[in-house]
């Protein structure tokens, strides 16, 4: 399973109706520790596909400003854990890989 591209049109559906535990990535194209984390994800995502015990979506702020002021976004990269529809864990900055999989609970 690729990372998902998520808007405020498939939010609902991708990330709060979700059965497993979702983690979105706040994140714009032009901010350096954003593409540090990127290929992380991209690669947790990939390793995630095989279990399907959790995903991993992506939201671009520029292109979707109300679901990052939503979700009180302020630096990027932010990545919030929801779980059963709730936000219940976040973390803003680039992180290695393993502290983004403690984050998802993995």
Do not use: H
């Amino acid at each position: 399973m690729a990372v998902i591209k998520v808007t405020k049109e498939n939010f609902q559906a991708e990330v709060l109706d979700a059965s497993v535990p979702v983690l979105v990535d706040f994140f714009a194209t032009w901010c350096g520790p954003c593409k540090m984390v990127g290929p992380i994800l991209d690669s947790m995502a990939a390793q995630l596909e095989s279990t399907g015990k959790a995903k991993i979506c992506k939201v671009n702020v520029d292109d979707q400003q109300e679901l990052a002021a939503q979700f009180g976004v302020m630096s990027i990269p932010t990545m919030v854990v929801f779980e059963n529809g709730k936000p219940t864990k976040q973390a803003v900055g680039a992180k290695p890989e393993e502290e983004i999989w403690a984050l998802l609970g993995q």
